[in-house]
């Protein structure tokens, strides 16, 4: 078993609060900061997800929300081409892609609009 998953639960045993349950879930290595950079997710047939802004990024992986139909789940691995918003007026990116694996997706509903936050882990470190 992994050393970052928490223990199965025991059968029986009342759910834990939702700040405990949050603090056994935490699995990140890095810390992250709310960096809005444009992502792009790509297939291995070479079909393009995006762009889409990042929600938040560190050395080992990043967040970005992306809308409901495009199947993305745990285990699927991409190429991840990050660049800094062109609103921004920087010229910083990985333009040859970095590769990635979904470890974490969410619904997220409400509105008119349903999207799915997806939690990437890099293969390799970022250094900004």
């Not at 470890?103 to 509105?111: E, I, S």
Request: aromatic fraction near 8%; proline fraction near 5%; include cysteine.
């Amino acid at each position: 078993m992994s050393s970052f998953l928490p223990p199965p639960a025991e059968s029986g045993m009342p759910f834990q609060s939702d700040a405990a349950t949050a603090l056994l879930d935490e699995r990140r290595t890095c810390s992250r900061a709310d960096q809005r950079w444009d992502v792009t997710l790509v297939r291995d047939d070479g079909a393009a997800i995006g762009p889409y802004k990042s929600d938040n990024i560190s050395e080992s992986g990043l967040h970005v929300t992306v809308p409901v139909g495009y199947g993305l789940a745990v285990g699927q691995r991409y190429e991840v081409l990050i660049r800094e918003s062109a609103s921004s007026g920087g010229n910083c990116g990985f333009d040859d892609g970095i590769y990635a694996t979904v470890v974490r997706t969410q619904v997220k509903a409400g509105g008119d609009q349903h999207c799915v936050g997806v939690g990437l882990r890099l293969d390799q470190p970022l250094f900004f």
